[in-house]
């Protein structure tokens, strides 16, 4: 282990040449050097379980011993060429990729960020359709550029300057927090749960949330005009907010007839995140006609992939896409390598089991503890919402929630915090994670709350 620099050093060197947003997330910065699997190491050598992996990021473990050997080894042959040389890895790694998609979904561009990604498709579904309006949901984060700020509808994550022109954001269909949820769910009564588990598709809740979407034909975009409708599988920045049941596939269709396209962004869900399926969309019984990815797609290495038809790609020839970095050799090589471990290491099956483990013994510590409003998601993508115990769901104090959150860290515990309130911890941490590492993230947790609260 090394221990380089101290955080007091780390913390001048910020204060003087660093972007000052980077602001610490813990009183005491944490400053961590070394990282192995599901484990990160501080400055004095202290381990802490990374139950969020690099904000969802570090998809099957750091520095992954295959990974590091499939780097190095690329180093040595070839780093860097410009596209108009063919390297093998990029076409080697983008059939691997298309292979994991189904439908049509064929083509792929690789980019080196979600931001640029959610770019991409925003342009290919403006030239595809010839329609200028795109439509994304609020509460959702689709990245920081100046085009995908008007995506994202977050405004911590929003500058005031001059939006880009044709971007409006629909109701978010959050049955939590959201107007409707809870009795309006058919099968939801709001004493037990207010989240969406009704088993049939005639949810009113879903349907109002529909309704809005219809409306925004009516008020806002002409009909038939829609380029591009945005949607996160599940919203991650956002707290892991969970649509109900059928919205994505309704949503679909009132995307199809206003001639516009479907955009899944799986930048936090896929990569077999959910458990259940390999990409998100997949659990709404969807094939949309774009999907963007980034994070888990290089466990940590910058690069991002745009996948879309070989009709809708012809959309992108009437002028030169070009791209220096994206499917470089180290990147594609880096991805192919991600896949393989995936496959290998059964991680999706990992996800599955670990994850339901993980929201069933959350389930059962919310019964037990009035602090804990929610437990939502799917597989290793999971939200745990924190309220006051006044009975009306007020979301738990900024103070409690921060001193809950230093306790976790203080017991080697990482996790990450969420939602609109900012009273989500969000767990989504490297898919490697054993249910000895779930068992730990649950007493911690339980420990941190109830010292917190009492
Ligand atoms: N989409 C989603 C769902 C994200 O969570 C993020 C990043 N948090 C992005 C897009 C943007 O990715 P990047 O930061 O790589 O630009």
């Known amino acids: 282990l090394t221990t380089g620099r101290s955080v007091e050093e780390i913390s001048k060197i910020r204060q003087n040449n660093v972007n000052p947003i980077l602001n610490p997330l813990y009183k005491k910065p944490l400053l961590i050097h070394q990282g192995h699997m599901q484990w990160l190491f501080d400055n004095d050598g202290k381990r802490y379980l990374d139950m969020f992996g690099g904000i969802c990021t570090v998809s099957v473990g750091h520095c992954h011993p295959t990974i590091t050997e499939v780097v190095s080894e690329q180093f040595k042959s070839l780093v860097h060429i410009s596209n108009l040389y063919h390297q093998p890895k990029l076409f080697e790694y983008s059939k691997k990729l298309a292979e994991k998609m189904p439908g049509d979904l064929k083509v792929v561009y690789l980019l080196n960020s979600g931001s640029e990604a959610n770019d991409l498709a925003i342009l290919l579904a403006r030239l595809y359709t010839g329609n200028n309006e795109i439509l994304s949901l609020k509460n959702c984060y689709h990245g920081m550029s100046y085009q995908t700020m008007g995506l994202t509808s977050i405004s911590h994550y929003k500058y005031p300057v001059v939006p880009p022109v044709a971007m409006h954001n629909v109701m978010n269909p959050d049955i939590f927090r959201g107007i409707w949820g809870g009795s309006h769910c058919r099968d939801s009564p709001v004493q037990t749960s207010r989240q969406c588990s009704c088993s049939s598709s005639e949810c009113q809740a879903c349907d109002k949330y529909i309704d809005v979407l219809k409306n925004e034909f009516r008020s806002t975009i002409s009909r038939g005009k829609l380029a591009g409708f945005f949607a996160e599988s599940i919203q991650g920045i956002g707290g892991t907010v969970q649509f109900p049941k059928n919205y994505i596939k309704k949503a679909y269709e009132i995307v199809k007839d206003n001639n516009g396209l479907f955009i899944s962004d799986e930048v936090q869900t896929g990569f077999g995140r959910t458990g259940d399926h390999f990409w998100g969309f997949e659990g709404h019984g969807i094939i949309p006609d774009i999907v963007t990815m980034a994070k888990g797609i290089g466990n940590g290495f910058p690069m991002s992939a745009v996948v879309t038809t070989k009709e809708i790609s012809q959309a992108l020839t009437k002028a030169s896409h070009f791209n220096t970095f994206g499917g470089n050799a180290v990147a594609s090589a880096v991805g192919l390598a991600v896949l393989e471990i ?92 054993t249910k000895e590492d779930a068992d730990f993230t649950l007493e911690v947790i339980e420990k941190a709350l109830l010292a917190t609260i009492h």
């Open 342 to 433: 995936i496959e290998k290491e059964k991680l999706q099956q990992n996800s599955k089991e670990v994850g339901t483990y993980l929201l069933t013994e959350l389930g059962k510590m919310k019964q037990r503890i009035p602090n804990i409003g929610d437990v939502r998601g799917k597989g290793l993508m999971i939200g745990v919402e924190l309220i006051e115990s006044d009975g009306n769901f007020t979301s738990l104090s900024h103070d409690k929630y921060e001193s809950f959150f230093e306790k976790c860290k203080d017991m080697g515990l990482l996790i990450g915090t969420g939602g609109f309130n900012k009273n989500v911890v969000r767990i989504k941490p490297p898919m490697c994670i």
